[in-house]
């Protein structure tokens, strides 16, 4: 059998970039915990504030790790089509309700109000509630985070023939038309940062740079339930992005 040799470097390309992905994203948390743990064993955290401090920082950069390792088993189970999914009836409107009421500190922490545009007759679909949460929080969150003060998130809903269509909508920063078919890929970043001071003079509570997984979860998702996704957006003036159902 004669090999592609071109397809088998690419191949090796994607591989050692993903390594390289997982690797930089395990360095700073690691480096932190190890730190602050030698911190206080060698006594360099002495006073009650620093060590407080060092305790502090450990735990949310282990909760990080924590996080990142869940989303990275996450997407492999979806992209391997083993999702796992728990199927049921639902309705996607309280849903949507309780992942936007879940997200209202946040929201007011970065000044963002958030509207809900569901009709609460909506044809119910057969889907896991969990997962839908899933992807409402995700999309949700990103539109807090890269929206500015003052600005709005704004969940509608349609019903079409044969779906269900659902758009996430935010009056933040856009993204550049070139990046937006890469959107989707694991680790990709935007070249474009977050308006909202807010969240970064309280710690950034949400971060502005994630690990890059969340959108290509939120279509892994909507993947394994047979429906499709979308994102338009003009820089500037926000983004929207969309998936889609089946119903029936």
């Known amino acids: 059998m004669i090999r592609d040799v071109s397809e088998e470097r690419r191949l090796d390309g994607m591989r050692r970039r993903f390594f390289s992905d997982i690797s930089h994203e395990l360095r700073t948390p690691l ?18 504030a620093s060590r407080a401090q060092a305790i502090s920082i450990i735990a949310k950069e282990s909760d990080r790790l924590k996080r990142f390792i869940e989303d990275l088993l996450d997407l492999s189970r979806l992209e391997s089509g083993h999702p796992d999914l728990q199927k049921e009836s639902c309705e996607l ?10 997200l209202q500190p946040l929201a007011e922490q970065a000044k963002v109000k958030i509207h809900l545009d569901l009709p609460r007759d909506l044809p119910q679909v057969f889907a896991d509630p969990h997962r839908l949460s899933q992807v409402f ?49 694991r680790f990709h970043r935007g070249s474009t940062v977050t308006q909202n001071e807010n969240l970064e003079a309280r710690g950034g ?30 820089p500037g003036q926000g983004s929207t992005f969309g998936f889609s159902l089946p119903t029936g």
């Not at 480096?31 to 009650?48: H, K, P, Q, R, Y």
């Open 93 to 102: 409107e309280p849903i949507a309700s309780a992942s936007a009421e879940s």
């Open 205 to 234: 509570e949400l971060q502005t740079k994630g690990s890059g997984l969340g959108l290509a979860i939120f279509r892994g998702i909507i993947q394994a339930h047979g429906g499709r996704v979308w994102v338009d957006s003009t």
């Open 137 to 185: 929080v995700n999309l949700i969150s990103n539109a807090i985070r890269f929206n500015r003060p003052g600005g709005e998130v704004i969940v509608s809903a349609s019903a079409e023939p044969t779906e269900i269509k659902v758009t996430v909508k935010d009056t933040g920063v856009g993204i550049p038309a070139e990046e937006l078919p890469y959107v989707w890929g």
């Open 31 to 48: 480096t932190n915990i190890t730190g602050f743990a030698a911190a206080l064993e060698d006594g360099t955290a002495s006073d009650e």
